[in-house]
T-cell receptor, first 115, second 113 residues
Framework: AQSVTQPDIHITVSEGASLELRCNYS??????LFWYVQSPGQGLQLLLK??????LVQGIKGFEAEFKRSQSSFNLRKPSVHWSDAAEYFC?????????????FGSGTRLSIRP | DGGITQSPKYLFRKEGQNVTLSCEQN?????MYWYRQDPGQGLRLIYY???????QKGDIAEGYSVSREKKESFPLTVTSAQKNPTAFYLC????????????FGSGTRLTVV
């Protein structure tokens, strides 16, 4: 079964600084990988997804993520954060060739922005 | 525009009562899901359904029930057997297969009073 770990519960960065949120997954083959963002009291919005091909994936709002098979990681990055990026971020993994059609979510990383 | 609608946004329940949370989608998605979210615990899967008239238990199904009589609708009932129902509930839907990701509703916050 697949699983996903987000080792950082809470991160604070200064506005304009770069950001990297960590995500590690466990799966026997190449999974489908996703990053979602959640503002307080709202649902989750898809930022980006990796299926195959280029390991550097571009998403919305200036985010990107890199799939590294050797490290079983799919870290989310942004070169310069804005105050509006303060939110909770979830990494998720889906199993290829599975009839269950079920995505597993990490426990989330809360991002705070220092003015 | 297509999307998922959850209602109500806020719901208050007295102890011992059953309450039903609504989830409707007009995306023509086959699969629908219910998650519970508690602070610091991420999303936990309650039930999911891949086709009409069929659904499966997730990781924390005890005290909850669902139905899937129409493709567009997947209501969740929180029964009196659920001992700690106060939480944020999220509904999601997807096309068949894991590769498409999920579309989420805006959630229902349930509070026991």
């Amino acid at each position: 079964a697949q699983s996903v770990t987000q080792p950082d519960i809470h991160i604070t960065v200064s506005e304009g600084a770069s950001l990297e949120l960590r995500c590690n997954y466990s799966y026997g083959a190449t999974p489908y990988l996703f990053w979602y963002v959640q503002s307080p009291g709202q649902g989750l919005q898809l930022l980006l997804k990796y299926f195959s091909g280029d390991t550097l994936v571009q998403g919305i709002k200036g985010f990107e993520a890199e799939f590294k098979r050797s490290q079983s990681s799919f870290n989310l990055r942004k070169p310069s954060v804005h105050w509006s990026d303060a939110a909770e971020y979830f990494c998720a993994v889906g199993a290829r060739y599975s009839s269950a059609s079920k995505i597993i979510f990490g426990s989330g990383t809360r991002l705070s922005i220092r003015p | 525009d297509g999307g998922i609608t959850q209602s109500p946004k806020y719901l208050f329940r007295k102890e011992g009562q059953n309450v039903t949370l609504s989830c409707e989608q007009n995306l023509n998605h086959d699969a629908m899901y219910w998650y519970r979210q508690d602070p610091g615990q991420g999303l936990r899967l309650i039930y999911y359904s891949q086709i009409v008239n069929d659904f499966q238990k997730g990781d924390i199904a005890e005290g909850y029930s669902v139905s899937r009589e129409k493709k567009e609708s997947f209501p969740l009932t929180v029964t009196s057997a659920q001992k700690n129902p106060t939480a944020f509930y999220l509904c999601a839907s997807s096309r068949a297969g894991d590769s498409y990701g999920y579309t989420f509703g805006s959630g229902t916050r349930l509070t026991v009073v």
